[in-house]
């Protein structure tokens, strides 16, 4: 069941051109980083990363659309409230719970889970439900990792995430008329988290995460919607019986335990034949939604043999 041959991905997907100018574009900011820090102008971390084979060679989002356009609705639902309501959120210590159907069950630093491995930079879509695209230079290593440092058990079939619980720091965890039941809860089987495909970030355009894209770890699985990408995780739960989610719980009929991107099932109130690229400027219409967000030779074989239209 383990996944291990990450030796599958077609030659056109490997992309050194999208790469090296995305390593330019990075020492361009490491140079505008240094010398803003002799300015005593704070600026976030810079990682190691090596360039993987996973990546996608279409144009980059701009770093500012992709931290300004969120949706993390513990800070709030509108989309320019995670980049202006997050800055009183503390990510340092961090650590995992992973715990559940595995051998070495514990609570796990950060830096225990993340330092082991070196660091990638995966260049993945981001296909959200709601209908809009992006394109993100994500950091970090496959999911596989982190679940092998604890050990899943044989019995173990599902995989369980949650996120963090801070009212104090999480304005859209307070107050009258919240949007959703907390903790924000997702799910994978266990086959779709050891894929290699499947990304635990820590980091993105080359830098630690941004508190509004779910800082300081959050998971990318780029066939599903962007729902499934669960940010701020601090458990990890290997499981026997298919985990509840979120947006499953808060509206069955409309979203699934799968959420695979599907241009042929549509959300009962839109279409998903078609997205729109954000931050893509003038002339960037819409786009046709690829099956399986275009990660369909990869990730196809998981779902054989299952209707994807009742396993939405
Ligand atoms: N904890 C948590 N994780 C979340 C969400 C959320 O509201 N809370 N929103 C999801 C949705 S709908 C999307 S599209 C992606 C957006 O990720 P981004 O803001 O980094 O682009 O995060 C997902 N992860
Ligand atoms: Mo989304």
Redo the contacts with the bound molecule.
């Keep these: 069941m383990l996944i291990r041959n990450a030796g599958q991905i077609r030659s056109s997907e490997i992309t050194p051109k999208s790469v090296y100018l995305n390593r330019r574009h990075f020492m361009a900011g490491s140079v505008a980083a240094l010398s803003m820090g002799s300015a005593g102008v704070a600026s976030a971390a810079k990682l190691d990363l090596v360039p993987s084979a996973f990546s996608t060679d279409e144009a980059l989002t701009p770093k500012e659309a992709?931290t300004t356009y969120?949706?993390?609705?513990?800070f709030g639902t509108r989309k320019e409230d995670?980049a202006n309501r997050s800055s009183e959120f503390t990510t340092t210590p961090w650590s995992v719970k992973i715990d559940g159907l595995v051998d070495r069950p514990a609570d796990y630093a950060l830096e225990d889970l993340m330092s082991p491995h070196q660091l990638e930079e995966r260049i993945y879509r981001?296909r959200?439900?709601e209908g809009w695209s992006?394109v993100i230079p994500w950091a970090g290593v496959s999911l596989s990792k982190i679940l092998e440092l604890a050990g899943p058990q044989s019995g173990a079939k599902y995989v369980a995430f949650e996120?963090v619980v801070r009212p104090d720091e999480m304005p859209g965890q307070r107050g009258f008329g919240q949007a959703l039941d907390w903790p924000?809860v997702e799910g994978l089987r266990l086959d779709e988290a050891m894929h290699p495909l499947t990304l635990m970030a820590n980091g993105m355009y080359g830098e630690e995460l941004p508190n509004?894209?779910?800082a300081p770890l959050r998971l990318v699985v780029p066939w599903k919607y962007?729902?499934k990408?669960?940010?701020?995780i601090v458990r990890i739960t290997l499981t026997e019986k298919e985990p509840p989610t979120t947006w499953n719980i808060a509206n069955p009929r409309e979203y699934g335990f799968y959420s695979n991107v599907n241009p042929q099932v549509d959300h009962p109130r839109w279409s998903q034949a078609t997205e729109r690229p954000i931050g893509g400027g003038l002339g960037a219409g819409r786009k046709d939604t690829l099956m399986f967000n275009g990660y369909a030779d990869e990730v196809a074989s998981l779902y054989a043999g299952m209707d994807l239209k009742v396993n939405y």
């Design positions: 992709a969120n949706n993390f609705y513990e995670p981001l959200c439900v992006m996120t924000y509004q894209n779910g962007g729902f990408s669960i940010k701020s």
